[in-house]
């Protein structure tokens, strides 16, 4: 009798960022991902490809918060969002050739990495958000001359500069 618990992501308070809009949107990222996790082998591909797309535009909608709120496009919060869905895509490609055992490994792997991230680099930009007047809902800022273009380089956490 296996009595291991199974792998879930649960959505703590520590994760929650205080923005109502990123808060959702993690809340839909959870919901993926632990459909992901309890799939049987036949709808796994298509629970990851929907993991997928809801990824791309979650993490697009971040960058659109950082670039307007001014963050440089290059810095570590969006790179790291490159190097993640990079491996979503591969993982994608891989199962597409019917190497479908890196879709579980994958959907692991997020529970591992996403509490961190959460709870550092979308917590700090939220509360950069907040600093700067940067209604999510709108996405539109209170004073745009509260904001300097790209003088954020970091991540947008207070341990990353």
């Not at 490609?93 to 959907?107: D, L, N, Y």
């Amino acid at each position: 009798m296996d009595t291991t618990t199974p792998l879930k992501l649960d959505l703590n308070d520590e994760m929650r960022c205080g923005d109502a809009r990123m808060d959702h949107t993690h809340e839909e990222f959870v919901e993926i991902v632990n459909t992901l996790l309890a799939a049987p082998p036949e709808r796994e591909l298509a629970v990851f490809r929907a993991l997928l797309d809801h990824t791309v535009e979650h993490f697009a909608q971040e960058e659109r918060w950082m670039l307007a709120t001014g963050f440089a496009a290059g810095n570590c919060h969006a790179t790291q969002h490159a190097s993640i869905l990079d491996t979503m895509r591969e993982v994608l490609r891989r199962a597409e050739a019917g190497q479908t055992e890196f879709i579980q490994r994958m959907a692991e792997a997020l529970v591992e990495w996403f509490p961190m991230h959460a709870s550092s680099m979308d917590a700090g930009l939220a509360l950069h958000l907040q600093s700067v007047g940067f209604d999510s809902q709108t996405e539109t800022l209170a004073d745009p001359a509260a904001v300097v273009a790209e003088s954020l380089h970091g991540c947008g956490s207070t341990g990353c500069h």
